[in-house]
């Protein structure tokens, strides 16, 4: 039996107190825990960290190659939804997810899709069926049913979501929320269908109103959306309904920290230690019911040791007994990453980015660095023989969204805030469907960029005149294979030349990939057009 002591200073979350230990560990688990003399030279002994709500996809990493980075700041576990893998490949990426994680030493926990497609008003590369999330929910490696989307399915009672919702009743695993800003009635019906948890809140009110019908609230701090200061809070008063997640991280800010910084803000605003932590180890673990040690005899030996309770930087990560992580460096190896992938559109030309008008007058998207939610503003653009283009003088810029599954017409609109002054950027990674993503100040830098990932099937891309960046990302067209510190350099390279074309967002790649998500109101775009997320239907991209 593999065994080995470490000797630290024990946060007792449960009890609220610190002293000092010799922790034995044995055959993965923790054998004892024996009280020593206090000595304050020793490092702090958590529980791991799990973020309680992430797309893995979203980090451009495979799973594989997302512990390796995760570990090193501490998280042990992940509460993972593969729906954007699955909107790409079907089943065959929520099996690629689970069998790719399963490589290394870290705790993947997965959830059934429920919204796959997420709605028919997009075109996506795959679907999950009922049948298809019954046989998810018989498994193991499920936990949970992924979060459901559909919200108004849900308060309206419609017999397929409610079918989905009894599955997952029935195998006794909880039900994910996601409802930005439902409140009142709807938010009351919506929880007492079953939904036990929210992500998506982004007001102290909204969160509160949600406690109060028993969901529990995962503050979200994520490259794009970040909830934390307006939710942080309410772990005063209900650190029991309280957990961190980040939803979305691109691989830039995985490499600088993940949950562990959340805590250290937290810490840092006043919060108190053990309420703090008590959201970051021990809710996840009891909410979803995970094997996941919590630092007791007879626990999995998933844990921390710190190298103090203020910055939270982490000395080393044990997972089963096993050494993953130590003084900044990942210590799991690096595994075989297979490709698959769903991306059948080919070139475009400058033509088929032209759009005919008469008038100046458009709806416009407000992109709003740090929120998801996209305002609809009205604005005029510029008419140049007879075709409607950007006008970055007052940051109305054209969006493109083109299908990556067939041949078919982009869809074309506008939008504000991406700052860009020459150039354009671009994007398969679209949540939900992952079609292509492109804003520009002109059509041939729209198609250029457009171009070089249709190319590579699937990445992010940057075009000023002559200069082009692309960084590919062959798993779906949405997650690399390679090296995922190596990813994340070649991130930081591209996401700098779009700052240095002039975009001022704080991540704008990844809010590039939130301006197809038709679930968050007001106005998106989806490969079929112009969308009013409050109506939830198509709607005109030019003012009558």
């Not at 610190?18 to 003399?37: Q, Y």
């Not at 036990?196 to 979200?220: S, Y």
């Not at 309280?242 to 691109?250: A, E, G, L, P, R």
């Not at 070139?347 to 709806?363: G, M, P, W």
């Amino acid at each position: 039996m593999n065994c080995f002591c470490i000797e630290g200073q024990y946060l007792d979350i449960i009890n609220k107190t610190i002293f000092a230990v010799e922790l034995k560990v044995g055959d993965g688990k923790i054998v004892s825990i024996r009280k020593i003399k206090d000595n304050p030279e020793l490092p702090y002994i958590s529980p791991g960290f799990i973020d309680a709500h992430v797309h893995v996809e979203s980090s451009m990493l495979v799973p594989a190659e997302f512990a390796r980075l995760a570990v090193v700041h501490g998280t042990v576990a992940t509460i993972s939804d593969p729906h954007e893998i699955a909107n790409v490949c079907g089943m065959e990426g929520v099996n690629y997810m689970i069998e790719n994680g399963a490589q290394v030493p870290f705790k993947f926990y997965f959830g059934a899709p429920s919204c796959v497609p997420a709605t028919h008003y997009e075109t996506a590369g795959g679907e999950i069926t009922v049948q298809n999330i019954h046989d998810l929910l018989e498994r193991k490696e499920i936990v949970y049913l992924a979060e459901m989307m559909n919200w108004p399915g849900t308060v309206n009672r419609d017999p397929l979501v409610m079918e989905k919702i009894a599955l997952a009743k029935k195998y006794g695993k909880p039900i994910d929320g996601h409802a930005p800003g439902l409140k009142g009635e709807l938010a009351a019906k919506y929880a007492s269908a079953g939904i036990t948890t929210d992500h998506e809140c982004f007001t102290k009110e909204e969160a509160l109103a949600k406690i109060q019908l028993g969901m529990k609230i995962a503050i979200r701090e994520g490259s794009a959306a970040k909830n934390f200061e307006a939710l942080i809070d309410l772990i005063d008063e209900y650190p029991s309904m309280m957990m961190f997640c980040s939803d979305d991280k691109h691989p830039d800010n995985l490499a600088e920290s993940h949950i562990n910084e959340l805590v250290s803000r937290a810490v840092a605003k006043g919060k108190n230690l053990f309420d703090v932590l008590r959201a970051a180890c021990i809710t996840p673990v009891n909410h979803y019911r995970l094997d996941v040690g919590l630092l007791r005899v007879g626990d999995p030996a998933d844990f921390v040791l710190l190298k103090d309770i203020k910055d939270f930087k982490v000395k080393a990560t044990y997972i089963n007994g096993r050494l993953v992580a130590q003084d900044g460096q990942t210590l799991i190896p690096r595994v075989k990453n297979e490709v698959i992938n769903n991306f059948n559109t080919s070139l475009k030309s400058v033509e088929d980015f032209a759009l005919k008008s008469r008038q100046v007058q458009v709806r416009v998207i407000e992109a709003l660095d740090g929120q998801l939610i996209t305002p609809e503003l009205n604005g005029e653009i510029l008419l140049k023989d007879g075709f409607a283009i950007s006008n970055p003088s007052s940051d109305i810029l054209k969006i493109a969204v083109v299908n990556r599954y067939e041949d078919a017409s982009p869809a074309i609109a506008f939008i504000k805030n991406f700052g860009l002054k020459s150039g354009a950027i671009a994007s398969s990674v679209g949540h939900d469907s992952h079609n292509i993503i492109a804003v520009g100040v002109d059509d041939e830098s729209i198609c250029k960029a457009v171009n070089l990932l249709i190319n590579v099937k699937g990445g992010v891309s940057a075009v000023n005149g002559d200069q082009e960046e692309v960084l590919p990302l062959p798993v779906g067209g949405i997650m690399s294979n390679r090296d995922g510190y190596e990813v994340a350099k070649a991130y930081i390279k591209i996401d700098r030349m779009a700052k240095d074309m002039g975009s001022t967002l704080q991540s704008p790649y990844m809010t590039l990939s939130f301006m197809a998500l038709l679930v968050i109101p007001d106005l998106k775009l989806s490969d079929k057009g112009l969308f009013d997320g409050q109506k939830f239907e198509f709607t005109d991209v030019f003012l009558q």
